[in-house]
């Protein structure tokens, strides 16, 4: 069965780093997001991404995220420059569409744990 | 507006017990209602998921009960069992809205 994949599983960081956490959405799906969920807390949306662009993206994701799709099959996230704050699992997501409409299944990657030290 | 509010946050049943987990939401323009479930270290899983038109889903022993005018809906697991084991998110979604989930419920299934 088709699954989204992410890598790597858990990177380390030193505050003020730039990182970028990869996944790999399901081939046949055209709607990628991320999530993030801090240790114990709820799973919260960062942004989605359909044909090249932001479709729309929430408060947490400011001037210091990026997405990025750099070719047919990956799909990124950049963090510029990493806040002790921002250490959490962070989940890639893909689904397919319906039209230009997302279907609204959602599939989750298995995440990345990131810690900036 | 945007809030999803879970309840409980932790939940305790018997093997072969019903294991009830209740969200409610406030913004009526949401119109899809998935439940996740997520084992340590994993990402969430989509378990079942309902829309407003009809007012209960099953899927084997999964339930989802919807409650329109209440802006309520609940998960039931029947016949419960260790494997179930895990937290479980509800979340709200709609065209133009962003997946708005749940606090979590973390249930333990006794053997």
């Known amino acids: 069965e088709p699954e989204v994949t992410q890598t790597p599983s858990h990177q380390v960081t030193q505050m003020g780093q730039e990182v970028i956490l990869r996944c790999v959405p399901i081939s046949n799906h055209l709607y990628f997001y991320w999530y993030r969920q801090i240790l114990g807390q709820k799973v919260e949306f960062l942004v989605s991404?359909?044909?090249?662009?932001?479709?729309?993206k929430s408060e947490i994701f400011d001037d210091q995220f990026s997405v990025e799709r750099p070719d047919g099959s990956n799909f990124t996230l950049k963090i510029r420059s990493t806040k002790l704050e921002d250490s959490a699992m962070y989940f890639c997501?893909?689904?397919?569409?319906?039209?230009?409409?997302?279907?609204?299944?959602?599939?989750f990657g298995p995440g990345t744990r990131l810690t900036v030290t | 507006q945007q809030q999803v509010k879970q309840s409980p946050q932790s939940l305790i049943v018997q093997k072969g017990g019903i294991s009830i987990i209740n969200c409610a939401y406030e913004?009526?323009?949401?119109?899809?209602f998935p439940w996740y479930q997520q084992f340590p270290g994993k990402g969430p899983a989509l378990l079942i998921a309902i829309r407003p038109d009809v007012s209960e889903k099953k899927e084997g022993r999964f339930t989802i009960s919807f409650n329109k005018s209440a802006k309520q809906f609940s998960l039931h697991i029947m016949d419960s069992q260790p494997g179930d084991s895990a937290t479980y998110f509800c979340a709200a979604s709609g065209w133009g809205f962003k997946t708005i989930f749940g606090a979590g419920t973390r249930l333990f299934v006794k053997a």
């Open positions: 991404f359909y044909n090249n662009e932001i479709s729309e």
């Open positions: 997501a893909s689904s397919r569409t319906s039209g230009t409409r997302p279907r609204d299944e959602q599939y």
């Open positions: 913004n009526t323009a949401f119109d899809y």
